[in-house]
């Protein structure tokens, strides 16, 4: 939600995430601001912040986070999802911007981190991770929500 236009300028001091969480909690919702802290990419990348969230997340944070590293402009396998984020992430990549750039050791931390989260969510669910797929019906309501 905070890289909406609507919302970005109330909330420009804080990260993303923390920043859709606080917009949620402004209009009445605090609760769900646990389950958007935790999803972007970027928080794999802090070992202790991880570790911490990840102990005591609820199973609907975990789905939100999981969710967000399977879903780019389609649902993508993690693999697919990766090759995305080690483009844009690389140092080779992004030599100019100290800022955002991962060394391969991040990469490679990150990418354990997700394997992590995704091994807990499908065993919450109850599937494996080649089974996560959208439903059938999901492409009529996504199109009806669209207006269409």
Same mark, same amino acid.
Request: glycine share 8%.
């Given at each position: 939600?905070?890289?909406?236009? &609507? ?43 991880? @570790? ?15 969710? @967000? ?5 389609? &649902? ?54 080649? @089974? ?17």
């Amino acid at each position: 939600m905070d890289k909406l236009p &609507l919302v970005r300028p109330s909330v420009t001091e804080l990260a993303h995430a923390e920043g859709s969480a606080e917009w949620l909690a402004r209009r009445g919702y605090p609760e769900l601001g646990e389950a958007i802290v935790g999803h972007p990419v970027t928080r794999l990348a802090d070992g202790s912040w991880f @570790d911490r969230w990840f102990a005591g997340a609820s199973p609907e944070a975990l789905v939100v986070a999981y969710a @967000d590293k399977r879903a780019g402009q389609k &649902l993508e396998s993690m693999a697919e999802r990766f090759a995305s984020w080690e483009r844009r992430y690389a140092p080779e990549e992004r030599p100019q911007r100290a800022r955002g750039v991962w060394s391969p050791e991040t990469l490679a931390a990150v990418r354990r981190r997700a394997e992590v989260l995704e091994a807990r969510v499908c065993a919450l669910a109850g599937v494996a991770p080649s @089974d996560v797929r959208r439903l059938a019906w999901t492409g009529r309501a996504l199109q009806l929500a669209r207006g269409g």
